[in-house]
């Protein structure tokens, strides 16, 4: 299942939907509120604006309470640049993500996640779950294998395939087969460190005959925000070519 580009290009062509992702990608993660502020138009309005984008897969929402935040999906225009744009790049630029920058600035909500990925994957539940805890298949795709005994409590590695050394390292905190899987992270310099771990979830839902796969990815430290955001688009790519093609993306091995 690939994002459909016509649907995305429609989204991107009003000015209102414009402003409505550039204030995303400068403040990621906002309330309705918060997004009808100043634009002059109706509450009614903006929600139907949102509705077209979350449409387009560019952006997605997750609850926090009682609100809703909206969040940048940049996964769409990310496979539109690698259709189109990447194959006449160097191959060493096909990590850059160009058309995508989402930043959230401190401050706003000290819990809201610093970054969400939506990406929908021709698949199972049981494939993709498999595709996500298996070393080998990580290793295809991600050019890293994630070694873990799976199990809550258990150590987490993500470990380069030519040594088997780890890069980043962390605990499994839940795992629910084939729905949902939390995991810490942190670099092995920082394991003494809890202000500079991170927490990923990945959130598995079955949509018709495919996987609506959500990652979200929060409490980074600041310095590495673009470059994990840059990170993820490419490593979901990659698997979603993997699991529906049987070939990752060459850029990340």
């Not at 550039?22 to 002059?40: F, H, K, S, V």
């Not at 009682?66 to 999906?73: P, V």
């Not at 993500?97 to 021709?122: C, N, T, W």
């Not at 598995?204 to 993820?232: F, I, M």
Request: aromatic share 6%.
């Amino acid at each position: 299942m690939r994002t459909d580009p016509v649907r995305v290009f429609k989204a991107l062509a009003d000015p209102t939907r414009q402003r409505l992702l550039d204030r995303l990608r400068e403040d990621n993660g906002q309330p309705l509120g918060a997004l009808c502020r100043d634009l002059g138009i109706t509450r009614q309005g903006i929600t139907q604006h949102l509705a077209v984008l979350e449409a387009a897969e560019l952006i997605t929402t997750v609850r926090r309470g009682r609100e809703k935040l909206h969040y940048l999906n940049p996964v769409p225009l990310q496979e539109i640049y690698e259709r189109w744009i990447a194959k006449f790049e160097r191959t060493e630029l096909a990590a850059l993500s160009g058309l995508k920058r989402r930043i959230e600035q401190d401050g706003y909500a000290m819990d809201k996640p610093k970054l969400v990925h939506v990406i929908y994957i021709a698949t199972t539940p049981e494939r993709l779950w498999h595709a996500l805890t298996d070393p080998e298949l990580t290793g295809q795709y991600w050019g890293h294998r994630n070694v873990s005994g799976w199990a809550k409590g258990d150590r987490w590695e993500h470990q380069r395939p030519e040594d088997g050394v780890a890069d980043v390292i962390g605990t499994i905190l839940e795992v629910d087969p084939p729905r949902r899987l939390v995991h810490s992270w942190a670099s092995p310099d920082d394991a003494d460190n809890p202000g500079r771990h991170s927490r990923v979830t990945y959130d598995l839902e079955p949509v018709a005959d495919a996987v609506k796969l959500t990652v979200t990815h929060e409490d980074l430290p600041s310095d590495q925000l673009q470059d994990t955001d840059d990170g993820w688009a490419l490593v979901l790519s990659s698997l979603k070519s993997q699991l529906e093609t049987g070939r990752p993306l060459s850029s990340l091995l």
